[in-house]
């Protein structure tokens, strides 16, 4: 297959990177409009000056792929993906999908048209220690989910120390923890406990230098399963931490990122059992999620986060911001 990666900021160059260690595609191209970012690209990964294109025409125009990965600002998704699906090229589209449904009904229409596969990178499902709860819950041995709590923080300012200047200080292009962070939290919820019906949010600037978007977020759900879920999430708290617990009918289960390891428990103020996961490195669940992607395209399973899926985490993002402005409970469901 033949691959194009579109935007070469840090996620779309992490995907070049971990599509290149995959070794699944005949070719990479990518496009960047920035003339030494693209020129770094190309030397860092070994990328002919032909496939290094300085815009998305250039580089349709220039070859034709089976594959592409849209890594650019948020508003420009839904129409890069509706050319690119015209076109008849499977995606791997970055989170969010948008940052409002509009064109969003014509873009699944045209992908189902085309009979394309679209992946959309809500990259904490390739998790190990979540895809193995995914599975437990969905044995069923431990009943149905009832309550969720996600809560997650990391210092933001070290991690990302680009933030002020590019995208995430502006709302417009999706920057703010909601568009940019807690979606995660919440596409993973959906994932392991069911849609989200309804949600209440409150979020606030309160401590990220130089912004003045929104770096904390505490949100009330309601899942359509009769589950209740809490979520929360900080970009300056010095532990980076992911931690997950899913409440069943019949035991608990947890999640815990900085310990690699998910953990269960099945008798009153029992014992954790717990079972360790390997995760070396960042780059280790994107390519997990991009493998899962490729093979999806090959017939020989699914992708981890669905154009449904996505379009329904979407729906919740709107519904925060809405209930952040309002101050009240909102639904998801029209």
């Not at 294109?53 to 839904?78: E, K, N, Q, R």
């Not at 995208?167 to 979606?183: K, L, Q, S, V, W």
């Not at 069943?248 to 008798?267: N, P």
């Amino acid at each position: 297959m033949k691959l194009l990666v579109i935007g070469t900021g840090s996620i779309g160059e992490r995907h070049l990177r971990c599509f290149q260690h995959l070794g699944r595609c005949e070719s990479i191209a990518f496009c960047e409009t920035r003339d030494d970012q693209r020129a770094a690209i190309a030397d860092r990964y070994g990328i002919p000056d032909a496939l290094a294109f300085s815009s998305l025409d250039a580089a349709l125009a220039g070859g034709s792929y089976d594959i592409a990965v849209v890594a650019t600002p948020a508003p420009t998704h839904i129409p890069f993906g509706i050319r690119l699906a015209e076109l008849g090229i499977h995606q791997m589209m970055e989170k969010p999908l948008s940052l409002s449904l509009d064109g969003v009904g014509d873009y699944a229409r045209i992908v189902a048209e085309q009979n394309l596969i679209v992946a959309v990178g809500y990259v904490h499902r390739a998790h190990p220690a979540v895809g193995a709860i995914r599975e437990e819950i969905a044995s069923g041995k431990y009943g149905s989910p009832l309550e969720l709590s996600i809560s997650s923080g990391q210092s933001f300012a070290q991690l990302r120390p680009a933030y002020r200047e590019v995208y995430f200080a502006r709302p417009e292009m999706g920057g703010g923890a909601i568009n940019d962070m807690i979606t995660h939290m919440y596409n993973v919820g959906d994932w392991l406990a069911g849609p989200i019906a309804r949600i209440v949010t409150d979020a606030a600037h309160q401590a990220l230098d130089g912004v003045t978007v929104e770096d904390t977020v505490h949100s009330l759900a309601r899942h359509a399963g009769g589950a209740m879920g809490t979520y929360s999430l900080n970009l300056y708290q010095h532990p980076n931490e992911v931690v997950m617990t899913v409440v069943c009918e019949k035991g608990t289960l947890r999640v815990e990122y900085a310990h690699s390891r998910w953990s269960w428990m099945t008798e009153p103020n029992g014992t954790w059992n717990h079972v360790p996961v390997d995760v070396p490195e960042r780059d280790t669940i994107y390519r997990r999620q991009n493998a899962a992607f490729l093979d999806a395209i090959e017939g020989r399973g699914e992708v981890l986060c669905s154009l449904e899926d996505a379009i329904r985490t979407l729906k919740v993002n709107l519904a925060s911001h809405r209930s952040v402005a309002e101050s009240n409970w909102q639904s998801t469901i029209p």
